[in-house]
């Protein structure tokens, strides 16, 4: 059996997990968007997860979670529990995964920011959470008193939001919750598809929403008019002053001849991007750019399976959206099961880690080092990073394993 989806999305890993605990062999892979054509002809719809068995394809993980755990206690035989559990997996569809998802998405800029929309999907999540906290002040499970799919759907719908919007004083009021959470998320079947859940400390904000630009009206006809004379001006009024407009410090640093736009462009369309590392070295502006290395420090059991891992990788790197505009370089896993490694090698506007990534909530989980642009092995690692990105390269000695082009 298989599962097509990409990593990290949360309907895929309910069913890596349910599948984990019931002992199911399931191959996950993220081939269904070159499959699509194919899939309309199989499918009622082509939104992953699809669930690809011999006897058809399926999409949505609410029938996956059924078929897999149906002789299991996760879906346990007695009608009354069946119905409890189906009742849940269809309101939380709506009421908090779709509206979860959607602040998720504005946060990591998949989706423009709309005030409104967001604001809506906020209060619908929060109203939500606090009719589950009251529940389980009463109950130790979603559904009866031992695991079922419910639990891992509203645990797998929760775990993106808790690494990244729910920071402590979010988290505050709804203890219970995080009890239960804690105790779902530490299971090793979760761990193995999710890794180790790192709460957020600091809620990311979704980015402000882009300005409507209007087309501009036609002038009306001036009209003369004599003007009052001017009133004398009083000390003690106050102006009307237009708030002043934030201004990011990296507009305010000097310009630069080295145009990021371009570089990007250019090793991303080079095959072999060896060939334009000296490019780079004659164009770059030292004063201007700085890179740093980037090594995470793994907790006790990650980097032990290939697929938790770069589901970590991936929220990694969407929680870099902030910093798109003034970087470039890599992120991968490098190594061997069961000792892989997150590195990389980022290129940065100015001479400091840009504050949009010392934001990240799990930068403060990473080593950086700024590379010397004068010395010849800073030099040689870099362009390691950048361009020993196949199968078989190595970088600081380690087998490429995933690489992820940040541009």
């Known amino acids: 059996m298989k599962v ?24 996950f892979c993220s081939e269904w968007q070159s499959r699509s054509k194919e899939l309309a002809k199989q499918t009622f719809g082509q939104q992953a997860p699809i669930f690809e068995s011999s006897f058809g394809y399926f999409t949505h993980a609410t029938p996956v979670l059924k078929f897999l755990a149906n002789t299991h206690n996760l879906y346990p035989a007695a009608i009354e529990q069946r119905v409890q559990i189906d009742e849940f997996l269809e309101i939380s569809k709506d009421d908090l995964d779709k509206p979860i998802k959607l602040w998720v998405d504005m946060v990591f800029g998949h989706i423009p920011t709309d005030a409104e929309k967001l604001k809506k999907a906020q209060a619908d999540v929060k109203k939500f ?30 775990t993106w939001a808790f690494r990244v919007v729910f920071d402590e004083k979010y988290r505050k009021p709804l203890g219970a919750l995080n009890a239960w959470y804690a105790k779902i998320a530490t299971l090793p079947q979760f761990v193995a598809v999710w890794g180790t859940v790192k709460l957020a400390k600091v809620a990311l904000e979704a980015p402000a929403p882009t300005a409507k630009v209007e087309p501009p009206k036609p002038a009306p006809k001036k009209e003369e008019v004599k003007k ?10 106050d102006e009307d002053k237009p708030p002043a407009k934030q201004v990011n410090p990296l507009d305010l640093l000097p310009p630069t001849t080295f145009e990021l736009d371009e570089w990007k462009k250019l090793i991303t369309n080079t095959k072999d991007r060896k060939s334009v590392m000296p490019t780079f070295w004659e164009k770059l502006d030292k004063a201007g750019w700085s890179a740093w290395f980037i090594h995470y420090e793994k907790a ?31 992120m991968g896993i490098y190594g061997d099961v069961p000792s892989l490694e997150i590195k990389g090698c980022l290129l940065m506007r100015g001479q400091d880690v840009l504050q949009g990534l010392l934001d990240h909530p799990q930068f403060e989980y990473c080593k950086s ?9 800073d030099r040689k690692r870099l362009e390691d990073f950048w361009t020993n990105v196949n199968d078989n390269d190595t970088v600081d000695g380690l087998v490429v394993q995933v690489i992820r082009f940040w541009k």
């Open 129 to 158: 959470l606090f009719i589950i906290e009251q529940k389980l002040k009463k109950t130790s499970h979603i559904v009866g008193t031992s695991l079922t799919i419910a639990d891992i759907s509203l645990a797998c719908a929760l």
């Open 300 to 330: 006790e059991g990650e980097g032990e399976k290939m697929v938790p891992f770069e589901n970590l990788l991936d929220g990694f790197v969407q929680r870099m959206e902030s910093i798109r505009r003034y970087s470039f370089g890599t």
């Open 4 to 27: 097509l989806t990409q990593y990290g999305n949360p309907e895929g890993n309910k069913i890596a997990v349910t599948a984990a605990l019931v002992g199911t062999p399931v191959e």
């Open 369 to 377: 080092a700024k590379v010397d642009w004068e010395k010849d092995c």
């Open 228 to 237: 009052a004379p001017a009133k004398p001006k009083d000390d003690d009024e």
